[in-house]
């Protein structure tokens, strides 16, 4: 059988800073032997090896003044009592050259070896002082005698086959994790704002219950609650790390108490939802933090709506019913995109579930479907063959429609105005400009108008279009004073030719063209 690779430890030179603490460390060990060793809180297991240990500390610490004690003690026996050995040598070593670093996933932890002490031992001793590191020094004896040690502020606790963690233990953790115990019930240890009653309020003003993750650990019959404002990393991550045992991850199961979706319109029906098993197992590892399982649980209750068989509109924590003009007025929908969501939306027969409001998350959703019918809505036949595609993103899709909705805007405004079978040379300027900023908008017409070829006595008629659509600034440079004084008295007439009805177009032009000294333009 092959052999399982060994953890690996790897030698580097010993700084003066590293060096000094390891040997104070070493002091504070020879003066204190109960932080070697950890105390019994329960009944211990048949040849206990943390009864072992403490027995043959106590010998060593006897002799810690024998150095010849302590190098055979270091050689032989309990190898937690090695390590105290082991490190009892380095006090009034005048240099270390050299430590060794234990890997620890990212982390190198520094260790100085001695004697026959194994680096779990001595890594855990060398550092009693950090909450987490000393764990290794019993980390064999936990995995072969199947007991339970617990770390303290004040040191190591062993209650033996019991997981049950000793009371100063929940204590010193609750208060690390800013967690009070509850006013009403001791077996709750909640956040400031009251852990799962912590109250906040709805997007319509209202109160309601804020959400939160909620922990509870059987062995200790206690729960551990943060609200989601004051959720930040794994409680049940943090909680194992000061601890050993064969069954840590067994004891703790999480929860998500959820806001009630908040209805604009109504009661919303209770939701049936379920917290994935692979999300659990991951916070009790530490892998995620709170917000991530309290996300994933919103996750789960949004899936949950998206199988109801009927309508039902969600943004957010915001529910709106089955009120297609609700909904859409929520998601701030631009004309294209209610012309396009509304039929969609009115004919629905199952939920529409987004995670925010967005009128562009909206049409992305509903566009594997209905991407035909909503290009199809807001632009008609003809935008389904210029512009469907497949596969679409929230920005593209609501570019699509945009573009669909513009092109037929477009065209039914062209179809509108009149057309003429002759125009002077100064009138197809003036007729040019108008329909270009009645078809395309204010950017095209000013485009327009500085690239048209247009003869100097037009220069007053393209001033007066462009000062009534409010684009003159950027071109007035081109224009002579005489083409300001003919602006002016061009500028009611320019104003109704931009902006009047399309059946008053004629009219209107007919007006320009006689304001200009102009032939009246004749209609086909």
């Known amino acids: 059988m092959a052999k399982k690779a060994r953890r690996k430890s790897t030698l580097r030179s010993a700084g003066n800073v590293t060096a000094n603490e390891l040997r104070e460390k070493a002091r504070a060990l020879a003066d204190n032997p109960d932080l070697a060793a950890p105390r019994c809180a329960g009944a211990c297991v048949f040849l206990s090896p943390i009864k072992q240990a403490r027995q043959q500390i106590a010998k060593i610490h006897a002799h810690r003044d024998d150095p010849g004690y302590l190098n055979k003690a270091a050689k032989r026996g309990n190898e937690l009592a090695r390590a105290y050995a082991a490190t009892l040598q380095l006090r009034d070593v005048d240099e270390i050259p050299y430590v060794a670093e234990f890997r620890m996933g990212t982390e190198r932890v520094p260790y100085v070896m001695r004697g026959n002490a194994k680096p779990f031992y001595l890594v855990g001793l060398q550092h009693y002082d950090d909450r987490a590191l000393r764990l290794l020094s019993v980390g064999p004896f936990v995995k072969k005698r199947g007991i339970y040690v617990f770390s303290t502020d004040d040191g190591l606790v062993c209650t033996g086959k019991r997981a049950l963690p000793p009371s100063v233990f929940v204590t010193e953790e609750a208060r690390a994790l800013d967690l009070s115990p509850h006013p009403d019930d001791a077996s709750r240890f909640v956040c400031e704002h009251g852990g799962a009653d912590a109250v906040g309020t709805t997007p319509t003003g209202g109160e309601m219950i804020r959400a939160a993750i909620v922990l509870s650990w059987t062995a200790a019959n206690v729960r551990f609650e943060r609200c989601a404002r004051c ?7 943090t909680l194992i790390k000061h601890m050993a045992g064969p069954t840590l991850y067994e004891q703790f199961s999480v929860d998500v108490v959820l806001s009630a979706i908040d209805n604009a319109v109504g009661e919303t029906p209770e939701v049936a939802w379920q917290l994935g098993k692979d999300i659990g197992d991951a916070y009790r590892r530490g892998s995620l933090p709170d917000t991530a399982v309290v996300t994933a649980a919103q996750a789960a209750r949004l899936s949950a709506v998206a199988e109801w068989t009927w309508p039902w509109f969600i943004a957010g924590d915001q529910s709106y019913g089955d009120d297609v003009d609700e909904f859409l007025e929520a998601l701030a929908a631009s004309p294209a995109e209610t012309a396009a969501l509304r039929p969609v939306l009115a004919a629905r027969d199952r939920p529409l579930v987004l995670t925010r409001a967005s009128s562009a998350r909206a049409l992305a959703a509903v566009w594997p479907d209905h991407g035909e019918d909503l290009l199809r809505h807001a632009g008609g036949d003809d935008a389904v063959a210029r512009y469907h595609t497949a596969e679409v993103t929230p920005e593209s899709a609501a570019d699509l429609v945009r573009r669909a909705f513009h092109d037929a805007s477009r065209e039914r405004a062209s179809a509108d105005l009149p057309s003429y079978d002759k125009l002077s040379p100064v009138m197809h300027v003036v007729d040019t400009i108008a329909r270009a900023f009645r078809l395309q908008g204010q950017a095209a017409a000013a485009r327009v108008a500085k690239r048209i070829d247009a003869p100097p006595t037009a220069g007053g008629a393209v001033l007066a279009l462009l000062q009534a659509m409010d684009a003159d600034a950027s071109q007035r440079w ?16 320019a104003r ?7 059946d008053a177009y004629d009219g209107v032009l007919q007006a320009f063209a006689t304001a200009c000294g102009e032939a009246a333009p004749q209609k086909r």
């Open 231 to 237: 959720a930040r990393d794994s409680m049940a991550g």
């Open 478 to 493: 081109r224009f002579r004073p005489i083409d300001s004084e003919r602006a002016e008295a061009l500028a009611a007439v």
């Open 496 to 502: 109704d030719l931009l902006h009047q009805p399309p």
